[in-house]
């Protein structure tokens, strides 16, 4: 063989190592990852066992979090077959609920929905609810304000008057009605007498409204508001005071013995 001869093969042998040389770099070998898991090949929400090793060797995974971490397989999408991640949409806020208290601090809260709710590893939802204070101030406020005297039911006006001439005129009697009510706190007075003893934290107490404790309207001044704490003041013992939170009224009755008046 002579020298053109060796010079060609040469050049052949070189040409070939190019080729090898950039098919082993350059041309991209089977995709590994997702597809060479054993089964499943996916995994749901966040799994960090559920991984494989790409064609350069590195981690990547094959759960539906990889989407948000950005470290999916390279052929997660087409193994998997999931679909983009779909971030969580909600509507407006609704307006604002009335004030939990009706006279004082309260609170008042509003909400929204969710309009599209998130899949696939989209952003999750945002809150749903949102709180303020507030300050109550409806009209039966002043209702609150008062401060009921109160006294023991051995009290009870219902006697005849044995001095009254018979052409003098009688008040006109209204209906009594009676309110029952919770202590919710009571001074150290209190335990001073008989009766305001049974003044104590968390008992239930009722207190009756006569006609002539009504003066010119049809209720008794400091007859409590349900649900509001309002107060009270023994009538006949310095210093014994409280507070209470009507729990419900009763037309036409007279309340037990051992029970109260208004004054």
């Not at 209906?175 to 007075?189: F, G, R």
Request: charged share 20%; aromatic share 10%.
């Amino acid at each position: 063989m002579g020298a053109y001869g060796w010079s060609s093969a040469r050049l052949g042998f070189v040409v070939w190592g190019f080729l090898a040389f950039f098919c082993g770099e350059f041309v991209p070998q089977a995709e590994a990852g997702c597809r060479e898991r054993e089964s499943p090949n996916c995994c749901t929400g966040r799994n960090n066992e559920c991984f494989e090793y790409s064609r350069r060797k590195t981690v990547c995974y094959c759960d539906t979090y990889c989407q948000k971490t950005r470290d999916c397989c390279e052929d997660y999408q087409s193994v998997c077959q999931i679909s983009a991640a779909i971030d969580c949409v909600v509507g407006s806020w609704g307006p604002w609920s009335s004030c939990t208290s009706s006279c004082g601090i309260g609170s008042t809260e509003r909400s929204r929905q969710v309009s599209v709710p998130p899949r696939n590893g989209g952003t999750p939802c945002p809150d749903l609810k949102q709180r303020r204070g507030c300050f109550g101030n409806n009209a039966i406020c002043s209702t609150a304000k008062e401060v009921a005297k109160i006294l023991p039911n051995s009290f009870k006006r219902n006697f005849k008057d044995p001095w009254r001439r018979p052409h003098m005129l009688m008040k006109e009697e209204k209906a009594s009605y009676c309110v029952h009510l919770q202590v919710k706190q009571a001074s150290a007075a209190c335990r001073l007498k008989l009766w305001t003893v049974r003044l104590m934290r968390e008992t239930a107490v009722c207190v009756e409204c006569q006609s002539d404790a009504m003066a010119k309207s049809d209720r008794c001044g400091g007859d409590g508001v349900r649900g509001t704490r309002t107060f009270w003041s023994a009538a006949s013992v310095a210093g014994c005071h409280g507070s209470w939170i009507r729990q419900f009224s009763s037309e036409r009755c007279q309340c037990s013995d051992n029970s109260f008046l208004f004054v």
